[in-house]
């Protein structure tokens, strides 16, 4: 059985660990990847001698120095077809060989070659601005801060993708002046890939091969070294278990204020994958919590609604934003795939005790009451009311934002489809009318009065926020692309941000989408 800590409430290593089996998802790997690359990292800072401070800015440096590599997958797929069979190709090619390798074989991949060479064009001229690595570990650092990391894990990861020749990124650190932990981690992640892929004598070749340019060659001789000790039991079945039991004293047990915060905060980072969904967790999870209250429920179960909105699409992490932000119709292959993110929210928290029954509400907010729904097909009794209303709210919230391959529908014209829903069968009356009067009476703050924002500027970042180019955002408000541009370079001025993930944070965090009925 898992560890929990003595109070029963969620540690912040099973939150941090069960995102993590989204993020190796996201990169094409099986999960547990980043766990094992955890344990890894630990074993080599307790042979460095690492005191328990250092160990704890290893362990959670380890834990998340990917999370934020999803934070423009947006502009990947845009670019190179699949996010997650870009990201996939880190591993074999490294860091510096991702982009050259990427450039070569998945630009435009899936396109006829005219349209991959005209591709190729842009992006050689404009579009690499938008694929930057070191965005990766801002946005890392950021989430290290929301859930109450210390500086030493947020610089670190700040450092995450430096070199030890200095040739990294963002190429401002270079040998001992990258914090040791960024050092460790970055070696016990791809190691561990080569491990899993061809045992100690990949991942002891790999140390050679890299040793004083990408990595640290002393960690690397170190590792070397040891490497049978190292690599002990990284495939048995309690890698979980191993990662949570060493958690250090830093971590500990969270308060139930400090786990809405920290889930919250982890919402809004998993909706960065695509700029379709900005907000949609913490509105889904505010409607569904209303909705129970209005329905009397007991307040555990209003608790868990309001959760379990938060935690509802970490499986969409596992998914490629190919299908996410396709403008078509999806295939049914494609819909098989949207259809089984509920499953991987489930998968990903259910190694918790406390997480789990969590994660089995979120999972069964796409059944539907006729058996029509995913990813089980249950049908009546066997959906839990909670489960109903988080349906209802998901479904109503969804319709309200805008898609790629449709405009956001008015509360009048969501509110019918789901009383259609009733209707057919396949909707609870009560939940659904629950949530409706839930958001009848939802509120939205004068976002004009926002960092100084004009009601324009406001218009301008909600549509950056949503992916658009100057020139896509220009021709939406019918303005010149120079004047669309400078009213992004005042916003990004006013609200402290340098790209679209930051601003698309301000904008989720000031609550500029959320639907008014």
Known sequence: MPARAASGRVRLAELLAALSLGVDLGFGQPMEHALRQCLIALRLADRRGLDEPGRASVYYTALLINVGCHSDAHEQAKWFGDDIALKSTKYTHGIRGLAAAASLRLLGAGRPPLHRFRLGLEFVI??????????????????????????????????????????????????????????????????????????????????????????????????????????????AATTWAAVIEAEPALGGALSDAELDAALGAIADFVDLKSPYFLGHSRNVAALAAAAGQALDMPSSDVEALRRAGLVLHFGRLGVSNAIWDKRGALGP???????????????????????????????????????????????????????????????????????????????????????????????????????????????????????GLTAREVEVLRLVARGMSTKEVAAELAITPKTAGNHIEHIYAKIGATNRAEASLFAVHNGLFAIEA
Do not use: N
Not at 139 to 162: H, I, N, W
Not at 377 to 405: D, F, K, N, T
């Open 126 to 235: 404009a579009g690499h601005r938008e694929i930057d690595v070191t965005v990766h570990a801002k946005v890392a650092r950021m989430l290290a801060e929301k859930v109450g990391l210390p500086a030493t894990v947020r610089d670190s990861l700040d450092a995450a993708y430096e070199h030890w020749d200095g040739r990294g990124w963002p190429g401002a650190l270079a040998r001992d002046a990258i914090p040791l932990p960024s050092r460790i981690a970055q070696l016990a992640e791809f190691v561990e890939a080569a491990h899993r892929m061809g045992g100690v004598d990949a991942a002891t070749s790999l140390c050679r091969k890299l040793a004083g340019s990408q990595f640290d060659p002393g960690l690397a001789a170190l590792l070397t070294a040891h490497a049978g000790e190292i690599f002990d039991g990284l495939d």
């Open 333 to 451: 292959g494609e819909w098989e795939r949207v259809r089984m993110h509920p499953y991987l929210t489930e998968r990903m928290l259910q190694q918790s005790p406390a997480l789990g029954p969590i994660g089995a509400l979120a999972a069964q907010h796409g059944e539907r009451l006729d058996g029509s729904g995913y990813p089980r097909g249950l049908a009546g009794a066997a959906i839990s009311m909670a489960a109903r209303v988080l349906g209802a709210a998901v479904a109503y919230q969804a319709m309200c934002e805008p898609r790629p391959h449709r405009a956001a529908r008015s509360p009048i014209d969501a509110a019918e489809a789901l009383r259609a829903d009733v209707r057919a069968g396949r909707r609870d009356a009560d939940a659904v009318e629950a949530v409706l009067g839930a958001a009848g009476h939802r509120t939205r703050r004068r976002p004009e009065q926002l960092a």
